[in-house]
């Protein structure tokens, strides 16, 4: 469990005619990292500068920044302690700028840095990722309408069905394994479970975000 992005997410500021365009994305390794960053320093070849950072795995232990030509300790570090702070992992943070013809100050540049990062995290939805086991639920079709309702009101998506002389509907489980509990109440235990994987899933709110 750890907290990351939704989605990948872009937000721009403008500060003295500077313009600093700030993008979050999720990543899963350090290769998806700089891969992205390339494309980027591509994209934005003509910019001023191209700073980053980013924490990889679970466990934060990858963390790199560059301050790409801005005075040393103003973007690549401050961009970092906003990940940091927020205890995100497998993100990667980048701020392109334009540089307008007035120079920000060191305190200046480090906000800059700090609220383009903020804004692109905003953009790509704060959420916790957590990992689900992907089960397969199988019974009776004598108990399927009351099951189906039990999962929608305990508000379990189902992934799939597959009818055949069973009914075996798919959801994906949480560490709250109580569901299942309720279904063999609900059956007399006349029911059976296929564990088919673990996946990680976003969350808000405890919540799963499909």
Same mark, same amino acid.
């Given at each position: 469990m750890y907290n990351s992005i939704l989605k990948n997410g872009k937000a721009e500021i403008e500060i003295k005619k500077s313009i600093f365009i700030g993008r979050a994305f999720f990543v899963k390794s350090e290769d998806e990292a700089l891969e992205i960053l390339k494309d980027i320093k591509e994209l934005e070849r003509s910019a001023t500068h191209n700073c980053h950072a980013y924490i990889i795995g679970e466990d934060g232990l990858t963390q790199r920044y560059s301050d790409d030509g801005e005075p040393s300790g103003t973007a690549g570090i401050p961009m970092l302690e906003v990940l940091k702070k927020e205890e995100m992992k497998n993100v990667l943070v980048i701020v392109t700028r334009y540089f307008g013809g007035t120079k920000l100050g060191a305190g200046g540049l480090v906000r800059a840095y700090t609220d383009a990062v903020v804004k692109a995290l905003d953009e790509s939805e704060r959420v916790v990722r957590k990992i689900f086991?992907?089960?397969?639920?199988?019974?009776?079709?004598?108990?399927? %309408?009351?099951?189906?309702?039990?999962l929608a009101n305990e508000n379990y998506k189902i992934i799939e069905e597959n009818y055949t002389d069973k #009914? $075996? #509907?798919?959801?994906?489980? %949480? $560490?709250?394994?109580?569901i299942l509990d309720k279904i063999r109440d609900m059956t007399s235990a006349n029911f059976k479970i296929e564990i088919l994987k673990e996946i990680e899933l976003p969350t808000i709110g405890g919540k799963i975000i499909y």
């Open positions: 086991t992907r089960t397969k639920i199988i019974y009776d079709y004598t108990f399927h %309408g009351a099951i189906i309702n039990l #009914v $075996e #509907v798919t959801i994906d489980i %949480g $560490e709250d394994k109580s």
